[in-house]
């Protein structure tokens, strides 16, 4: 039996819960083709939200999922979303190659096998195309098929578009977008000073869609879904939920190792303790490596950030870590542009959860 507790995939139909909701909310855009932002921290389900959506009206829409997490450039931009549009419908790979072999202008596809899934899919060629050429055949092949049915596009990890200077990539996209057409747009996103930036006041993407934070998962879906499969009671999920700080990911990791060696008996606090300190021991190598690669006030700034939450900047902080305000916030600036910490207000956090915990482990020998 699978695991009821998937925290390095993306959830099923049958693992996947407590979202129904935002579900709801988010289908009502469709019905008017508008666009929605949808931000939140990593590891907290917005891909897998998306994911399960697309399967629930997939026979309503034409569903179009794009990842551009990887982009350098705009070329990478360009034939990402070509390979996402190209391989929309898996029905009939015939159909499918003959389709897009008529809809693409200047773009050829060919057959790709993938081994690992024993699947066909279409491979966009566009070696000799410029970005531009690109950029116009995939707008063509949109037109195209949304006179079959509307279509919803989502396009994850949607700030890395800031990343590349050499095109305005959202002034682009906000071209095509305000044509008005049958096409709902999904921008999703994890680094909120990065996303929020580009639709801000002034930033060429601002009002062409609504803003929703998508906030963790209720401790009662949590616990509702999680009795079903490990002896558990609320007092001990509520002790996970907030020791996890309800990111979704390590709280999947920890109910998942408890589903796998204590499925069928009680639950106790310190096997929770035991399991959480496996998981963060685990990222021991890789958190060490990021670590070791700051320089001295970025490490007392990431020792400030694993300590205080707020109020970073007082005098008292500033005196027990012996360091400088505009040391700090310099420090605190390059730790953004590692994504390292990311803000909400006036807080400024670590988003991942892990490496806060080991961070706090690591200065203070618990968690």
């Known amino acids: 039996m699978k695991s009821p507790f998937p925290y390095e995939t993306i959830a099923n139909s049958s693992t996947f819960y407590g979202r129904d909701k935002e579900i709801e909310e988010i289908k009502k855009f469709f019905k008017t083709s508008n666009n929605i932002l949808i931000h939140s921290k990593r590891r907290m389900g917005k891909s897998t939200l998306i994911q399960e959506l697309f399967r629930r009206v997939e026979e309503e829409y034409i569903c179009i999922y794009c990842d551009i997490f990887d982009i350098t450039s705009k070329e990478d931009f360009a034939k990402l979303l ?100 049958d096409i709902s747009w ?55 939920y907030e020791r996890t700080d309800s990111e979704t990911k390590l709280l999947q990791n920890i109910c998942h190792i408890l589903w796998l060696e204590k499925k069928d008996e009680q639950i106790t606090k310190e096997y929770i303790d035991e399991v959480l300190l496996q998981i963060i021991n685990s990222k021991d190598s890789s958190f060490r490596l990021i670590y070791d690669m700051l320089n001295n006030n ?11 939450k707020s109020k970073i900047y007082t005098q008292e902080v500033l005196n027990e870590f012996n360091i400088k305000k505009q040391t700090l916030q310099s420090a605190i600036k390059a730790l953004y542009e590692k994504e390292i910490c990311d803000k909400n207000g006036d807080v400024i956090y670590i988003p991942d959860r892990t490496l806060e915990l080991w961070l706090q482990k690591s200065f203070s020998n618990n968690i």
Request: without cysteine; neutral net charge; charged residues 30%.
């Open 82 to 181: 070509l390979k996402a549009i190209s391989n929309v419908e898996q029905n009939d790979f015939k159909d499918m190659f003959k389709k897009f072999s008529d809809i693409f202008k200047r773009v050829r596809v060919e057959p790709s096998f993938d081994p690992n899934s024993s699947k066909f899919s279409l491979k966009p060629v566009v070696s000799t195309l410029t970005f531009e050429e690109m950029m116009e055949d995939f707008f063509r092949a949109l037109e195209e098929l949304q006179k079959e049915k509307k279509i919803i596009f989502a396009i994850d990890e949607f700030q890395q578009i800031s990343s590349i200077n050499d095109v305005k990539l959202d002034a682009f996209l906000r071209k095509e977008i305000q044509k008005g057409s």
């Open 186 to 240: 999904i921008f999703l996103g994890s680094k909120r000073h990065l996303l929020t930036s580009l639709f801000e006041y002034k930033a060429p993407l601002y009002e062409m869609a609504t803003h929703k934070e998508l906030q963790a998962l209720s401790l009662d879906d949590v616990y509702a879904y999680t009795k079903q499969y490990i002896n558990i009671d609320k007092e001990l999920m509520t002790y996970i």
């Open 298 to 308: 970025q490490k007392i700034a990431l020792k400030i950030l694993s300590k205080y």
